[in-house]
C-alpha cells in the first residue's frame, strides 16, 4: 500500500471513531495550546493501529519515517499516537543519523501523552535508543534538556524512568539532567522531574535519595520532591 493511501485509511479509522465527549473530557487533562483530539480511549487508538500493523511493517524505512512524519504533522493527538506506534515497529530504522529527523518530529508534540508514549509508553521509542546508542543519545536528552520547547525537556528526563531508572545504568546523567530543570516553570517539567526522580530510586536509593533531601533543602517546587518520594514507606518519606 502507498504511503498516501495507508495514512488516509488510518486516519479515517481513527476519525470514525470519534467521540466528541471524549474530547472533552480529554481536553480537561490536557490544558495548553494545540492540543486536539477525536476522543478516542487508548484501547480503541491500539486496536484500529494492530489492524494496520502489518501494512506498517511492510514498509520499508524511508517510507516509515515519512508515514511518521505526517502523523505528527497533523498535531492531533491519536495521529500522534500513530506515529508512536509507527516508529515502535520500524525502529531498526532509527539510527543516530536519523537524530536531527527526531528532533523535529518533536517540534510537533501537542501533549505529554504523546511525549510519553515515544519515551516509555506502549509506542515507546527512545528508551530502545537509549540502550542501543548510549552516546549519540545521551546527546540528543542533552540539547532537549535546554529547548525552548516543553516536551523536549520533558522528554529528556522521562527517558530515565521505569525499566531504565529501574536499572541504575544512568543515575548520574538522570541527575543532571533533572538539576537542570528544577527551576523549571512549568508543572509538566516539574512533574516529569519528579517521577524521573523517582523511578531513578529504585536504580540507586541511597544516593538519590540523598539528592532529593538537598532539593527539599534548597527549596525546589514541592511537586517535584513529592512525586520522588511516591514509593517511599511513611518513615522514609517524612524524613
Known amino acids: 500500500m502507498k504511503i498516501g493511501d495507508l495514512y488516509k485509511t488510518i486516519v479515517l479509522g481513527l476519525k470514525k471513531h470519534e467521540d466528541k465527549e471524549g474530547a472533552a473530557i480529554a481536553k480537561s487533562y490536557h ?3 494545540g492540543y486536539e483530539s477525536y476522543g478516542l480511549t487508548t484501547p480503541v487508538v491500539r486496536m484500529l493501529l494492530k489492524q494496520r500493523k502489518k501494512d506498517i511493517q511492510a514498509l520499508n524505512c524511508k517510507e516509515a519515517l ?5 502523523f505528527f504533522n497533523s498535531h492531533i493527538e491519536e495521529h500522534a499516537l500513530a506515529g508512536n506506534y509507527t516508529l515502535q515497529l520500524k525502529t531498526d530504522c532509527i539510527t543516530p543519523t536519523q537524530y536531527d529527523y527526531l528532533d523535529r518530529l518533536l517540534d510537533h ?5 504523546a511525549i510519553d508514549g515515544f519515551c516509555v509508553g506502549g509506542g515507546k521509542v527512545l528508551q530502545p535508543l537509549l540502550s542501543k546508542y548510549p552516546k549519540e543519545t545521551l546527546a540528543l536528552l542533552r540539547k532537549w534538556n535546554k529547548s525552548k520547547n516543553m516536551w523536549k525537556r520533558r ?3 522521562v527517558a530515565f524512568t521505569r525499566k ?10 538522570a541527575l543532571e539532567l533533572c538539576e537542570n530543570l528544577i527551576w523549571a516553570k512549568e ?3 516539574r512533574k516529569a522531574v519528579g517521577w524521573c526522580l523517582k523511578d531513578v530510586m529504585r536504580g540507586d536509593k541511597k544516593r538519590v535519595l540523598a539528592y ?4 527539599r533543602q534548597r527549596g525546589v517546587p514541592p511537586v517535584i520532591t513529592s512525586y520522588a518520594v511516591r514509593d517511599l514507606k511513611k518513615k522514609n518519606k517524612k524524613a
Open 164 to 173: 531504565v531508572g529501574e536499572s541504575g545504568r544512568f543515575i548520574k546523567e
Open 31 to 33: 490544558k495548553y495550546g
Open 187 to 189: 508543572d509538566l517539567v
Open 155 to 157: 522528554a529528556s528526563v
Open 66 to 70: 515519512v508515514l511518521a512524519r505526517k
Open 212 to 215: 532529593v533531601k538537598s532539593l
Open 109 to 113: 508534540f501537542r501533549s505529554w501523552s
